[in-house]
């Protein structure tokens, strides 16, 4: 086997935009995990230059990105100190799909334990970490149900909690927003953040250059392209009979 691209999602992400529209130039990926990419004329950069490029392509690894600037609780904090790579990936564990329902699970625990949010004990499953999937979360943030008939299946299919009162899917509900938007105003987790955060930061004179598009085929589409592009510089060697 003789391998011709090896890049991940965002890069491949990155590459198939590229492909279809010239003018792009960045590429986020957003799911259980994070990064950023983004292209740079090779003269502005200090890094090593490709012979056959004036362009580089610099992955930021942005879900390792810190700063007292950032907006940590103490569920963050507890949770990076519950995780497998405590004091690493502190943005990817205020943004990623692997963590927004772990820290709502966190968020409910303790008001179960200081309000009694769910009736006079805690329910043992709620202690279980990780126990809450970020879908099920989603799903609980999406409810418009009126009686929040979404809130109430998932904490029986989640922790077993079988009877809830209204005010107390309601604040369910809250903890599932709060957490949902903070995540949206980081890094447009949804679209209609993402285009509200790119006019707070540029303001109308400079928003409307920035286009967002989704991506054409995903990730695995620009790693194609990528292969093709490496193998048709490689001279074709012949065939022994």
Request: proline share 4%; net charge negative; with cysteine.
């Amino acid at each position: 086997m003789r391998v011709f691209a090896l890049v991940d999602d965002t890069i491949g992400g990155l590459a198939g935009g590229r492909y279809y529209n010239r003018d792009n130039v960045a590429a986020i990926t957003l799911g259980m995990s994070t990064n950023a990419a983004y292209v740079e004329p090779a003269q502005e950069s200090e890094l090593a230059r490709s012979p056959n490029s004036n362009e580089l392509v610099i992955s930021m690894e942005w879900g390792n990105f810190n700063s007292s600037h950032v907006p940590l609780t103490s569920f963050d904090t507890i949770l990076d100190a519950e995780s497998s790579n405590s004091g690493s990936g502190i943005f990817e564990k205020l943004i990623s799909g692997m963590y927004l329902g772990e820290i709502v699970r966190h968020v409910l625990l303790k008001m179960a334990q200081e309000t009694a949010l769910f009736g006079g004990s805690v329910p043992p499953k709620l202690m279980t970490p990780y126990s809450l999937r970020s879908p099920d979360m989603a799903a609980m943030h999406q409810d418009k149900s009126e009686d929040r008939e979404v809130v109430s299946e998932k904490l029986n299919e989640v922790f077993a909690i079988t009877s809830t009162t209204p005010m107390a899917r309601e604040v369910v509900v809250e903890v599932c927003n709060i957490v949902t938007e903070r995540g949206a105003r980081l890094v447009g987790l949804e679209l209609n953040y993402l285009h509200s955060s790119v006019w707070e930061m540029l303001g109308n004179d400079l928003s409307d250059n920035v286009i967002i598009e989704h991506s054409h085929g995903g990730s695995g589409s620009g790693a194609l392209f990528l292969a093709v592009a490496a193998a048709s510089h490689i001279p074709t060697q012949p065939v022994e009979s």
